[in-house]
């Protein structure tokens, strides 16, 4: 997935800095940083969807669970239900008041940390080779430009010239 990520860069990259007027690399860059933008839209909106995904199977759960007791029991299921949550209040309660509880508490904080502190520095490293190789690439896909044409489109050099008329010097001979 990296390198088809990598390529994709390059291959963007290099053909935004061919269509470019002036200034390929900056083409190129810009070209990654569109990417960049879609990739956070695209991932912001796959959470939200696996978040509202889950909210409502678990809405559709708990209605089916409700309409699925009879009513005269609803009042013991009411009961059981409040008396597992308060259980479960009390081990929890039980568990953090233990003396190595917080000395694990700390311990799964530092762990978490240090993951998240690595995850962040590779994904800065991350963007920074895929800037690199972006302003690269649109630099090269510009280098590699016909030689005919220019900002404007129009002619400039001799062989864009010899084809379309021919030039006359000052004493009327044909040049090529």
Same mark, same amino acid.
């Given at each position: 997935m990296i390198i088809m990520t990598v390529v994709a860069v390059f291959v963007g990259s290099y053909f935004a800095g061919r269509c470019a007027p002036v200034l390929g690399w900056l083409h190129g860059l810009l070209a990654w940083a569109v990417m960049i933008l879609l990739v956070a839209y695209g991932a912001t909106s796959l959470i939200g969807t696996v978040a509202s995904a889950t909210g409502s199977v678990a809405s559709t759960t708990a209605t089916a669970a409700a309409a699925g007791s009879? *009513?005269?029991? *609803?009042?013991?299921?009411?009961?059981?239900?409040?008396?597992q949550a308060q259980d479960a209040v009390a081990s929890a309660t039980a568990a953090a008041s233990s003396p190595d509880a917080?000395?694990?508490?700390?311990?799964?904080?530092?762990?978490?940390?240090?993951?998240v502190a690595r995850a962040s520095w590779f994904s800065f490293a991350a963007l920074i080779v895929g800037a690199i190789i972006a302003i690269v690439s649109g630099g090269a896909g510009f280098r590699h430009?016909?030689?005919?044409?220019?900002?404007?489109? *129009?002619?400039?050099?001799?062989?864009?010239?010899?084809?379309?008329?021919t030039r006359v010097d000052p004493l009327n001979r044909p040049v090529r």
């Open positions: 009879p *009513s005269s029991a *609803s009042g013991t299921t009411l009961g059981s239900l409040k008396q917080e000395a694990n508490a700390r311990q799964a904080a530092d762990t978490a940390a240090r993951g430009q016909p030689p005919f044409e220019d900002a404007g489109g *129009s002619a400039v050099g001799d062989d864009a010239v010899r084809t379309r008329s």
